[in-house]
Structures are given as C-alpha cells and as structure tokens.
C-alpha cells in the first residue's frame, strides 16, 4: 500500500510557530482556552468538512511560516479502541470515504492506483504528545484517525469502516485535508480529537459535546507545554 510520508523532515525542536486548524468556533475557543494567549499559536475554525480545512490551511501556509500543523477538535470514537472523554492522537490520518464503490465493496484511492489517501504522522511527535497527555491525567488512545464526508449513522457501517482501515480509532472530517495542505508546504501534521460520541447509530443527542471541548482545553494546555 502506497502511504504518502512527510516531504520533509520534521522540526523536531519545534521552536518555530504552531497552526491549529479546527471545524467550529467552540473548538478552536476551547483550544485557546487551553493554549491561554501564547503568541506562537495560530488557531483558526476553518468550517466543516475537509475541503474548508484545507483551503483555510492553504491560505495560512502560503502567507506565512509555521513548523507546525495540528488539526484539532472533537471527533468520534470507534468501539473497543477509545472511549468518549478520551484523546485520540492519530498517527495515521486517512481519506476513509475517497474511492469508489464497485459490486466487490469499496476501493479506496490506492486499490484504484491513484495517489495514497493515508497520511502517516511523525512517530516520535506521536510518541511525545500521547506521553505528556497520559502524564497529565488525560485518557489518551493512538491510532488512525478517519476523515469522513459524512458522519456514520448506523452500527452496519461502523463496522464495515473498522473494518476496511484496521487500526482506526476515530472519525472526523477534516484531517486530511489539512494534512494534505500541511504536506504540500514540507509542514509535520498532527492530529488530535476528543472524544464525543461513538462511531455508529447516530444519537446526536447523546453527544457529550461539552466533556469534549473541556478535554479538548485542557488537552490544549498540554500541547502548550509538549509543543513549543
Ligand atoms: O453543537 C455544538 O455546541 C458543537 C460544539 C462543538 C462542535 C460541534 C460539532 O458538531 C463539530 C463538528 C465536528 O465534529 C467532528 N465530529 C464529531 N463527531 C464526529 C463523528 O462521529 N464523525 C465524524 N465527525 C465527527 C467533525 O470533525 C465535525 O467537523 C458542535
């Protein structure tokens, strides 16, 4: 399987500036809460989706310099790999939905021969930032992170999709287009989510959006300390 890998290496040290990339502004407020009002950090609620993550990243990279990408924010968490309330640090970010349908089950855009739709994250950055997390306190899971256009509704699915990418511990829906962004400037990806439903029958109110964000602020605070 073809995994696009970083173009360049990474800034292991990390000194330069940091851009946190999140859907909605509840996210991106509850990141600044965490990162208090440290200069070094960008945060930007880009929209929903991984082509408004993209664009937004995209017009940040070109007109200045970071070492750093993160994309940030709630997510949902597949059963038996992570629970809601935990972070996920993803050390795969994967176009899970990009392929095609054909009468034998879904072909993603490597099975089609096209370019990887799985983007690997820096080990030892994933190393890094799940220790200071579990250090602090916080129910912290690595694993390949999904990016879907459309949230899973239904138990069927959940499976199926656990199925085609092993290893996937959340979904959400806009880390490969961020990364894919952060790639194409020589930028290390990171992404990370908290927990707020499970992956399956669709219950949005049983969403804990508002444990989330606090695990996603004090997450914040964390980075803080591990990043720069
Ligand atoms: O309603 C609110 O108060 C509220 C506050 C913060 C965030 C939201 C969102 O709805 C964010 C949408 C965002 O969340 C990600 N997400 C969360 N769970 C899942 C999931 O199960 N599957 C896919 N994506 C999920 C996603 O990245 C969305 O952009 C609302």
């Known amino acids: 399987m073809n995994i696009r890998n970083q173009g360049k290496k990474p800034d292991t040290k990390l000194k330069k500036r940091i851009l946190v990339i999140t859907a909605v502004a509840a996210e991106r407020d509850a990141v600044l809460r965490g990162l208090g009002k440290d200069k070094r950090f960008e945060v930007l609620a880009a929209g929903v989706g991984s082509a408004a993550a993209a664009v937004s990243t995209t017009k940040v990279l070109a007109a200045s310099k970071y070492g750093l990408v993160v994309s940030a924010g709630i997510g949902g ?8 309330g935990s ?6 970010i994967v176009a899970a939905d990009l392929g095609a349908e054909t009468p034998e089950g ?3 855009l490597d099975e089609l021969g096209f370019d990887s739709s799985r983007m690997q994250v820096d080990n030892s950055l994933v190393k890094k930032v799940t220790e200071a997390l579990r250090s602090a306190g916080i129910s912290v899971d690595t694993g390949a992170v999904l990016t879907v256009s459309t ?7 959940a499976i199926e999709l656990a199925k ?4 996937a511990a959340a979904e959400a829906m806009e880390g490969y287009g961020t990364a894919l962004a952060a790639h ?6 990171l992404e990370i989510r ?3 439903n499970p992956v399956g029958a669709r219950d949005r109110g049983a969403w804990r959006i508002k ?4 695990t996603l602020e004090a997450a914040s605070s964390v980075l803080l300390g591990v990043l720069v």
């Not at 949230?151 to 699915?157: E, L, M």
């Not at 085609?164 to 290893?167: A, C, S």
């Open 211 to 214: 444990e989330a964000l606090a």
């Open 194 to 196: 908290a927990i707020s």
């Open 164 to 167: 085609r990418v092993p290893g």
């Open 184 to 189: 194409e400037f020589g930028v290390p990806i």
């Open 87 to 92: 972070i996920v640090v993803a050390n795969e």
């Open 77 to 84: 968490g597949f059963s038996g790999r992570t629970e809601v």
């Open 106 to 108: 879904f072909s993603s």
């Open 151 to 157: 949230v899973t509704g239904t138990t069927k699915s």
